[in-house]
């Protein structure tokens, strides 16, 4: 069993519309939980990153962790052409661990 | 602020050879990470650095191999290459211990013939 896994999707969706990108992961020694955003042909970008459960907001991205059921989402509201991307959720104990990734699509 | 540079950005090589790259971090930053990115596996750890010391790495054969300068800026290597090992290599800088935050460079982009 991978550490981190995420449905690889590909997932396309209407401008606007609201997106949800869920992992799962298996090592309860991660503290650090993190999302990045890759564009084609480009080096991934942080897009978000919590220290232990819990919200955080950061204009329409809001990510949230779940330890008990071990669980990373990251939420997308209303969703623009340029978040079209493959979006990498994560967890580190000082040794970051990526899931392969969800190719997101947002079409006008 | 200048971001992560990674030099060269393409390289092809035959197997059998070897290949440095060369990344360096944003200014300040003491932590070097390297990823190595293939469309089966996704992005996986190489190995981290910090003030020119390996603090971490991952589950990789022995070929694969780095060093960090005292100016923070890192070189990886790889020996008698595969053909297996054509990827995207990634470097990422942080401030201190690699937490969440780090700041990946453009990437180097290596193909073995």
């Known amino acids: 069993q991978k550490e981190v896994e995420q449905d690889p999707g590909p997932l396309s969706v209407p401008e606007g519309a609201i997106v949800s990108l869920n992992c799962t992961y298996s090592n309860s020694a991660f503290q650090y939980f993190m999302w990045y955003r890759q564009y084609s042909r480009k080096g991934p970008e942080l897009l978000m990153y919590?220290?232990?459960?819990g919200n955080k907001e950061d204009g329409r991205f809001t990510a949230q962790v779940d330890k008990s059921s071990k669980y990373i989402s990251l939420f997308i509201r209303d969703s623009q052409p340029s978040d079209s991307a493959t979006y990498l959720c994560g967890g580190s104990n000082y040794k970051l661990t990526f899931g392969k990734g969800t190719l997101l699509t947002v079409n006008p | 602020k200048a971001g992560v540079t990674q030099t060269p950005r393409y390289l092809i090589k035959t197997r059998g050879q070897q290949v440095t790259l060369s990344c360096s971090p944003i200014s300040g930053h003491r932590s070097v990470s390297w990823y190595q990115q293939t469309p089966g596996q996704g992005l996986q750890f190489l190995f981290e650095?910090?003030?020119?010391?390996?603090?971490n790495k991952g589950n990789f054969p022995g070929r694969f191999s780095g060093r960090q300068f005292s100016n923070s800026r890192s070189e990886m290597n790889v020996s008698t290459l595969e053909l297996g090992d054509s990827a995207l290599y990634l470097c990422a800088s942080s401030l201190n211990r690699p937490t969440g935050e780090q700041y990946f460079g453009p990437g180097t982009r290596l193909t073995v013939t």
């Open positions: 919590t220290y232990s459960s």
């Open positions: 650095y910090f003030s020119e010391t390996q603090r």
